[in-house]
């Protein structure tokens, strides 16, 4: 069976360093926030290329705390995708204001820049664009059509650590950039964990202030404000795994480079070529027949995923923002057409060949039955 993905097999890696670094944190008493975090905030934005990084207890609780540091509130509305997961938009309403969905471009499979523009209203106050699957989303666009509205711009790159374009990386494009640490992602904890990075020290201040009780000093609240801080435990993981990103994302690119290889020609769509504005946290590839797809890889042994099979803006429990099917038609189409195949950075080349030449039997099965 190969594995959609295995966090085992990174364990094995690291989990010497892991255990030392976390049997020192278990003896030191220093649990919640700690000097770990600290470190980890400084190691993570110096690799962000940003001047802050404010560690938080998950990538949700990033997006919740960006947003109110942006000054997003009630009556205002933000405009996003329907093609990413459903935290993207639960931290807008966790805010009181109105998330706006927007469609994606059909070749990144990120937001459109130009039904950006045209969704912009008076109560428009922040664009929060996703990097889904690791791709950066068109930020030069998205930046200028910000700038020319006066917006903010809170950068969803959960999916995206390291994504790079003209040696900027993801969450440094806008005015906030929000991670999340979640076990599966290409920087994960083990267990959950978030952080927002940025050049604006006002915002990570406030993320700051926001993240524990709106504490200035012990006792002093200056505002409302949460229990959204890092186990230090997870920060002494994080800084583990941080010196190992660089390489491990090379190696999904490696993969996603013999994917492609492997299955030129056959009858799919790829991701569009891509260079280091993808870090590939996923490899999905894009066919009519996705689900006989998905039974024919299982019954190889090849386990997938579906990233995702039903936008937000038909999820039942946001209904109530008022949008029906048709409304985002490349949303919807891509949910019908995506299937995502295993990537890790332990993948051997053997495993990305069965996975391959399953892809192609089923392809080309497909074509002869037609
Ligand atoms: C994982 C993810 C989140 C949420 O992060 P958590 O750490 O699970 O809270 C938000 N947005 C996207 C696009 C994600 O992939």
Known sequence: MIPFLDLQAQYRTVGEDIEAAVTDVLRSGDYV?????????RDFAAWCGTQEAVAVSSGT????????AAGVGPGDEVITVPMTFV????????????PVFVDIDPSTWTMDPVELEAAITSRTKAILPVHLHGRLADMAEIVAVARRHGLVVIEDAAQA????????????????????????KNLGACGEGGAVVTDRPELAEQVRLLRDWGQIRR???????FNLRMDNVQGAVLRVKLPRLDGWNARRRAVAALYRELLDGAALRLPAPAGEDHVFHVHAVRVDDRDGLRAS???????????????VHLQTGYASLGYGP???????????????????????????????????RFTEGARDAA
């Open 33 to 41: 926030q700690g000097a770990r975090v600290a470190a980890f905030e």
């Open 61 to 68: 609780a990033a997006l919740h705390l960006a947003l109110l």
């Open 87 to 98: 935290a993207t938009a639960a931290a807008i309403l966790y805010t009181g204001a109105t």
């Open 161 to 184: 650590h390291g994504a790079e374009r003209g040696g900027r990386r993801a969450g440094a494009f806008g005015d906030i950039g929000c991670f999340s640490f979640y076990p599966g």
């Open 219 to 225: 006792y002093e609240h200056v505002k409302l404000g």
């Open 297 to 311: 890889l299982e019954a190889a042994g090849v386990a997938t995923g579906i990233h995702y099979p039903k936008p």
């Open 326 to 360: 048709g409304a985002f038609p490349e949303a919807e189409r891509m949910a019908r057409e995506a299937l995502s195949l295993p990537i890790f950075p332990e993948m051997t080349e053997a495993q990305v060949r069965t996975v391959a030449a399953a892809v192609r």
